[in-house]
């Protein structure tokens, strides 16, 4: 196992973000310099994953402005954590603030993390059953459209979506694979039986 071979440096701090380097030593005993991007002010962040159950169960989404692309892009609900807050208060706090959905945490997944080359940035993956919506109460900078589209047929839905220009968020994206290949029989994926 890889470990720094001396402590990090930071390039700049901003109010949300810092650029850092750190060093380390490859295979071969050279030192090395990474640049990657940390948080500031959280504790890690939430995506919740909030579902209307029933005999077709619905996923309520955010289509949602972010400055980094200067343009809208349908994810899952999240937010960062608050010092001490525990992820499932944290989920129920951001679904509301962002969806006006209440619900029920039935799941709490491990630390995942998306963009491992760039940032040390994790999210925590948390499961609600949506039992009540009311009008979101997004915060002053955020622009918010919430979107419910149904389990079945998700990542078909997706593909409409982004053929009309919307951007698809990459764990929506995968998420949506995922529920593609769980409804594939195993033969297909392993190559015993051909279609």
């Avoid at 002010?41 to 309520?60: C, F, H, K, Q, S």
């Avoid at 919506?133 to 919430?146: D, K, S």
């Amino acid at each position: 196992m890889q470990t720094p071979s001396s402590p990090d440096s930071t390039i700049h701090d901003g109010k949300w973000l810092s650029f850092r380097t750190r060093s380390f030593r490859d295979r071969e005993g050279t030192e090395r310099v990474w640049e990657f991007v940390t948080r500031t002010n959280t504790d890690g962040a939430v995506l919740v994953i909030p579902i209307i159950p029933g005999p077709e169960p619905v996923l309520v989404l955010v289509k949602q402005f972010r400055p980094a692309l200067a343009t809208s892009i349908l994810e899952f609900p999240a937010g960062g954590l608050n010092a001490g807050e525990a992820p499932e208060a944290c989920a129920l706090r951001e679904l509301f603030e962002e969806t006006g959905c209440r619900g029920r945490v039935i799941g709490v997944g491990p630390r995942g993390y998306s963009t491992p080359g760039m940032t040390d940035e994790y999210v925590i993956p948390v499961t609600v059953h949506v039992e009540s919506i009311a009008e979101h109460q997004p915060e002053i900078e955020e622009h918010i459209e919430v979107m419910q589209i149904p389990l079945r047929g998700l990542r078909e839905a997706l593909d409409a979506l982004a053929a009309g220009g919307l951007l698809i968020d990459g764990k929506l994206w995968f998420f949506a694979c995922g529920l593609d290949f769980a409804a594939v029989p195993s033969t297909l994926l392993t190559g015993a039986v051909q279609p």
